[in-house]
Structure formats: C-alpha cells, structure tokens
C-alpha cells in the first residue's frame, strides 16, 4: 500500500487531480448538467456507445474512466497510435471472458480513433453491435471526416468544448488547496493575477493548466518552508507559447473558416483577430496569403477588382519581407478585403458554367466564331460573316451571338448593385437592350 501511495506522490499533477466522481467534473454542463441525457444514463449505470469529440485537455479520457466506474464495468484502454487490429482482438477476447466469467461489462477506451483506418474500425464493430464491449473513442478531430459511417452509426457523438478560464481557475484553486491529490500540502503563495495568466496561457486545456502549474511551483522561490511563486517563474514557463492551433486539424480549420467568414462579411476587426491568432499559433503566413486570393475572387470579385491585386501584392511583400515584416502587408489585404465591396457573381457564374458543361453535350464552336488561317478552312466559310467589333458603332457588334446556338439565351454572369460591379451591371444592360433591338440578329 505505501508503495502505491508512493507511486502516485510521482505522477504528474494532472494524472493526480483527474475527478473522481461526475461532481468534480469541470465544465462541459451542456451534456453532463443535471437533468442532461448522458448524465441521467450514466447515474443509473446504462452505459452506451459514444464517441467523445473535443480539443486536447477538455476531459475526454476522464469521463471515460468515469462512465466505466459509474457502470460498475472493466476498463480496458487502447491508443490508435501505439495499437491495430491484433491488439483490439486480445482486448476483445478478454472482454469476452470477463462477460462470461464475471457477468461483467467492458468498456473499451481508444484514444485517438481518428488514427484508425477503415479496417481498424471494422474490427470491432461487430463486437460492439452483439454487446461483448461499450465503445468509447476520443478524438481531437471531426468525427464526421474521421470515422467511417459503420462505427458513427453505433455510437452517440458528444462535443466537449474548451474550458472557460473560470473553470480552469477553479481547477488551479482546487489543486492548491487539495491535500491528498494536489499541492495543499505545501504552503504556496500563488497571487490571483497569476492563477488568472495561467488560466488564460492554458487555452481551454486543463491538463495544461495543472501542468503549468505544476512547473511554476517548482521554480517558485523556497524559503521557510514556504514556495512563493513570482512573474518571473511564470514569464519563464510561458515564453514559449502555448495557444491551441493545430496545422492539420479541425482548429486550423475552423480558424481560416472564421477569417473567410469575417472577411466575408465585412468585419475587418474580426477578420484581423482571427488572422493573428493563426500567426500566433504558427500558421504559415504564406498559406493565408493564398487564401486571401482565393477570399478576393471568390467574394470580392468585380465588385473591386483592386482586391486581388493587393491580396497579390501582398503575399508578394512577404515572400520578399519574410515575417514578422511582411505579416503586416498580409493584415492590410485582410482590413481591405474586410472593408471591400462584396459580389459573388464572377463565383457562381463559374459554378453555372461548369454545370452546363458537365450536363450538355460538347457543342461546336459557331462557323462565324471559327478561325481561318488556310485557303481550305475559308471555302468552308470558318470565319464566314462575322462582324469585327472594333469597325462597328461604338465597337459593339450589336445582335451579334458568341455562345452555341443551342444557348443562345444563356447568361452566367449576373452583376450585384455593389462597387464597380454595379457599373458593370449598367453597361451590360445596355449591351443587351442593343443586342434586342438589332435588326442584325445572328440568332433569332
């Protein structure tokens, strides 16, 4: 026994202070509050399949543990990273014996399902569908992207979210004053203002919390049996950074999501907060300056076709600049785009125009349209009565068609009443009321 005691005094602060019951649980109220569906089946021991879907530190693995302890079940833990379909049939087949012998339920734990392949997540299907083991898997990323149609179809998606600063100092306090698990046991000074930067450097992640924690106290100035934690320890432990971004995962995509979307909808301060948070947790600049290419045809278009020049000029400037110089070309694109006229015409016309091709038939090119560098192709009249524009009136050929006769009438550019597009949408609709009005028709 004083061994064991011994060996948990050395596990991380973090491992140490995970809750032991659902009323320790920190956060997450909107599926484990009272009265809520899964808190209701897991206080009366019906454990079900769920798949736990959350950024790293929400409590995912924990409330695992928590649903085996609540179901009176074994816990069998595996990591898609470090296991494959021989580790899942040993843990199946012991699952199968402890059903047999004990009467027992098994919960199997994966972290890191999103690791497993198609036939990874396969294998235990089966198992999960006859009731020889409750599934549980965590994931960091879109289960919907992740997992195969098979297993979400199993199991119930819970979203944990990122904890609110006030949870986390909640769980700094607890670990300060708890004697058993946490560092009650030593006399630390610990100011509030720096239990609140904790909070905030940790992101959302408990582990990281404690973690953080855990470190400062360590390097906290002794004297007197006393651990006196300053700025400076802190400022050491966070030099480094610690925001949540992932380069492959969902928060990289959520994040260009919320700078398009802000950009989008004409918020240059939003679209400015959400590009420096991407810079700030490593995001290469150069891939926002793509981006902002694409922001600028896509949702800017002719409406101020300046946009993409600058969003050109920009991504130039740091490629030439490199950071942190040329990030400030990138943010004035961003504040621009922001601020720009919006039109998404020249984006659905193309949308409109690759339909049609890919739902019609490869019409010809019109004979008055076609070329004629050879004697041959003149006889066979290509080129034949077509009207150059730059001899007619105004250099418009007016009746004159340039689409296949079939889609004669078709239009895909469709002008907005903003910026310069509106301009646009006059001009053409004059060009139209002269096409109606020609005695020239080329198709009537």
């Not at 069998?76 to 199946?92: H, P, T």
């Not at 006399?187 to 990281?208: M, N, P, V």
């Not at 659905?348 to 090119?365: C, L, N, T």
């Amino acid at each position: 026994m004083p061994e064991l005691f011994e060996e948990k005094l050395h596990q991380p602060l973090a491992a140490r202070m995970r809750p032991l019951c659902l009323d320790d649980f920190v956060g997450q109220e909107h599926v484990l509050g009272e009265g809520k569906a899964l808190r209701v089946a897991l206080e009366a021991g019906i454990p079900h399949s769920m798949v736990l879907w959350g950024p790293p530190g929400v409590g995912k693995t924990t409330l695992a543990k928590l649903v085996s302890q609540l179901s009176d079940a074994d816990f069998l833990s595996l990591s898609a990273v470090m296991s494959g379909v021989k580790e899942i049939r040993a843990a199946v087949e012991k699952a199968k014996q402890t059903q047999q012998q004990y009467r027992r339920k098994t919960i199997l734990f994966i972290d890191e399902v999103h690791r497993f392949n198609k036939s990874q997540q396969d294998a235990f299907l089966p198992f999960v569908e006859d009731g020889t083991i409750i599934f549980i898997g965590a994931t960091t990323e879109n289960p919907s992207f992740e997992l195969n149609n098979a297993l979400l179809s199993r199991v119930r998606v819970y979203a944990l979210r990122a904890l609110e600063v006030e949870h986390l100092k909640q769980l700094i306090d607890k670990a300060l004053i708890d004697k058993e698990r946490g560092l009650g046991g030593r006399s630390i000074q610990l100011a509030e203002e720096l239990r609140k930067r904790i909070a905030l450097a940790a992101d959302g992640d408990a582990r990281r919390a404690l973690n953080i924690l855990e470190i400062v106290v360590d390097l906290g100035e002794q004297q007197d049996n006393q651990v006196r934690v300053t700025e400076k320890n802190l400022q050491e432990v966070l030099q480094e950074g610690t925001r949540r971004f992932d380069k492959g995962g969902d928060l990289f995509y959520e994040q260009i999501s919320a700078l398009h979307k802000s950009v989008r909808g004409s918020s240059p301060d939003a679209a400015l907060y959400w590009l420096m948070r991407m810079l700030d947790g490593g995001c290469d600049p150069l891939y926002i300056a793509r981006r902002l290419v694409r922001m600028a045809s896509e949702d800017i278009g002719n409406a101020d076709p300046r946009a993409l020049s600058m969003s050109m000029d920009a991504w130039q400037a740091f490629e030439r600049l490199g950071s942190p110089e040329g990030e400030l070309a990138i943010a004035q694109a961003v504040v621009y785009l922001a601020c720009a006229a919006k039109s998404n015409a020249v984006y659905q016309a193309v949308g409109k125009a690759k339909a049609d091709i890919r739902s019609s038939p490869s019409h010809e090119v019109p004979m008055h349209l076609r070329n004629a560098p050879t004697q041959l192709m003149k006889n066979m009249d290509f080129g034949g009565d077509y009207r150059y524009a730059h001899d007619e009136v105004d250099g418009f050929a007016a009746g004159e068609n340039y689409l296949p006769e079939t889609l004669k009438d078709q239009r895909y550019y469709w002008p907005v009443d903003r910026g310069l597009e509106a301009r646009i949408k006059e001009k053409l609709e004059h060009l139209a009321h002269l096409n109606s009005t020609s005695p020239n028709k080329r198709y009537e």
